[in-house]
């Protein structure tokens, strides 16, 4: 397998492939991995799989722990007068049970540079091979595999490698899109932001009020599509990024020293600190996504085909859980565990998922407009001053801005507390077995702000929490996954017990709850699995719940022939003679040329 991009698409690709036994080789056109704090949220989901692949340890260490990204605050600077506040990313006290509920994970906050580099060293652990410096120029598919061209970028030197298949994890900028022609819609750079990364010591500013975003409101830095100016903490505190808009319409901004000097000064609002200024940089505001993810053998994921602003949070998160649901793909394939129509539905699972969160992402910038208003005095010399006494006014005007000012704060519920968005994923397609008859999934609340685990098909496995033999807690995700499918059932699921022996797998295990290794204790998962404790759940690799039969059956031939026929149809394997067997080998390697599965 060749990856070309070394940032969280690929090496997650990687880390997923090199899990399952399968080579792959990273490239990247760069020395090291990421140099800029870049996307650092990362929501539940994104946190299951760093879970489920083995580094939640190695995350955890490295990053903000969910406490510290508490409140988000709009305030005139980050020393000045506080205007607003608002509970985040499941911190309050009405949401943070919600989250609880959800999952084993909770969120966290990690910088790109420190993320990708464990994502990186634990798939070349793994066996994973890789090449920096090294840049993607061409590639030719054929029915056996794909040869790429790559060019050397230290001497110039041109070279061919062949591989299987081909992962292009190459960014917002991807050639290997541009030359597959997938179809992209939306536009690029629609609004331009400044971003200064910086050094100073504010502790005494936030340590208080633990926040990872802080949104100043000040004529300052009033324009642009939020018309705020942002500080946000990268290493709390002592490391920040000072941000403000600026109209793309009018050239390229003012990043001389003095200007961007001054604008930090600005947004910290003491005129007292010397900001130690590390890295000014612009970037665009994108509004795109691909509709199909892939042609033939190449396979394209994260940023080369969703491409959004950081609002909302959803960027990395969504590039990891590309690769989580390509990644097993990609292994099963290899080994000759599935057919070609397994591939096929990574697009149309994942595809979906991408056109969210692009229009979610940029939603959530416009709806900065109602809380903008309720600091704006419209016509005054100066709208944002005005607007700041106004809101501070026990008058008619100042009640009315200030009642205004709540009804803002619900609206962004849906950016920073919309665990809906980040946990309601639903798959349809080929490696899917709808229930027979099925009605459309009704939400019982908004579902944008809140999860609603289900077993139905395309759907996570819900969480809940079991008790092992030794009396440990685990969740349902933690004896699901791991690469493989999992038959899930009850101790009255004898029928299916001995299905899943009677077919040996090699990559099918069963997980029996209430038994002594699986105790239903809590009795949590009774109330979630939504199946009879004789029924069955068919988990993928990925954690999705493939195909469920909710009653029960007590012929366990009859189960064997309605398991197995799950198993083939998501796996497009066309007869029971081709399934594999414990201890099948894997498919030899073709060819005297370099080629990596």
């Not at 906050?109 to 060293?121: C, G, S």
């Not at 991807?174 to 910086?198: C, K, N, Q, W």
């Not at 009879?532 to 022939?561: F, S, Y």
Request: net charge negative.
């Amino acid at each position: 397998m060749l990856i070309v991009g070394a940032g969280p698409t690929g090496s997650t690709t990687a880390l997923a492939l090199a899990n399952s036994g399968v080579r792959c080789h990273i490239i990247s056109r760069g020395n090291w991995m990421a140099d800029s704090p870049r996307a650092h949220i990362t929501n539940q989901r994104a946190n299951e799989v760093f879970r489920d692949l083995g580094i939640s340890e190695d995350v955890a260490r490295y990053a903000s722990p969910w406490e510290q990204m508490g409140d988000t605050t709009f305030t005139t600077s980050l020393a000045g007068p506080e205007l607003i506040r608002m509970r985040t990313w499941g911190t309050g006290d009405d949401r943070r049970g919600d989250y609880l509920r959800a999952s084993p994970c909770g969120m966290v906050d990690i910088i790109q540079p420190l993320l990708e580099p464990i994502l990186f060293q634990k798939a070349a652990e793994k066996g994973a091979t890789f090449a920096f410096n090294t840049e993607y120029v061409r590639h030719e598919q054929d029915s056996d595999g794909v040869t790429a061209t790559l060019r050397d970028r230290l001497d110039g030197r041109e070279f061919t490698i062949r591989a299987r298949y081909m992962v292009g994890a190459d960014g917002a900028r991807s050639s290997v899109v541009e030359h597959l022609d997938l179809p992209i819609e939306g536009r690029m750079a629609r609004a331009g932001t400044v971003y200064t990364i910086f050094n100073a010591d504010l502790s005494r500013y936030s340590k208080h009020r633990p926040s990872i975003l802080n949104w100043i409101v000040t004529p300052d830095a009033s324009f642009g599509e939020i018309g705020m100016g942002l500080l946000r903490a990268v290493r709390p505190w002592t490391q920040w990024i000072a941000g403000w808009g600026f109209d793309i319409n009018e050239g390229d901004p003012d990043l001389s020293e003095s200007n961007v000097r001054e604008k930090i000064r600005i947004l910290i609002g003491d005129p007292a600190i010397e900001p130690d200024i590390v890295r000014t940089s612009v970037w665009y505001i994108n509004q795109a996504y691909a509709t199909q993810y892939s042609k033939g053998r190449v396979f394209c994921g994260g940023d080369a085909v969703h491409r959004h602003p950081p609002s909302s949070g959803l960027g990395n998160n969504t590039c990891v859980q590309d690769s989580h649901n390509l990644g097993w793909k990609l292994a099963y394939t290899v080994k000759g565990w599935a057919g070609a129509k397994l591939l096929e539905s990574y697009s149309l699972e994942r595809a979906p998922v991408g056109k969210q969160i692009v229009l979610r992402a940029n939603q959530s910038r416009l709806d900065y407009a109602p809380l903008n208003a309720c600091f704006r005095v419209q016509g005054a010399e100066n709208p944002v001053a005005a607007g700041i006494v106004r809101f501070h006014d026990p008058g008619p005007e100042g009640v009315a801005a200030r009642k205004a000012a709540q009804a803002a704060l619900d609206l962004k519920q849906t950016e920073f507390n919309a665990q809906g968005v980040e946990m309601n994923q639903r798959y349809e397609s080929s490696a899917v077995i709808p229930d027979e008859g099925a009605k459309p999934e009704e939400w019982r609340r908004d579902r944008d702000l809140h999860h609603q685990p289900t077993t139905r098909p395309g759907a996570k496995i819900p969480h809940a929490w079991l008790v092992g033999s030794d009396g440990t807690r685990m969740s349902t995700l933690d004896v699901t996954g791991k690469g493989l499918f999992t038959v899930v059932t009850g101790l009255a699921g004898t029928a299916w017990q001995e299905a899943a022996h009677r077919l040996d797998l090699p990559f099918l295990r069963t997980v029996v709850t209430g038994s002594p290794d699986a105790q239903d204790l809590y009795c949590e998962w009774q109330r979630v699995r939504e199946i009879e404790e004789a029924g069955v759940l068919l988990v993928r690799p990925d954690g999705v719940v493939a195909w469920r039969h909710k009653e029960g059956t007590a012929d366990p031939k009859e189960a064997e022939q309605k398991l197995s026929a799950a198993i083939r149809a998501v796996l497009d394997l066309p007869s029971p003679s081709a399934l594999p067997r414990q201890k099948q080998p894997e498919p030899s390697t073709p060819g005297d040329t370099p080629l990596f599965a």
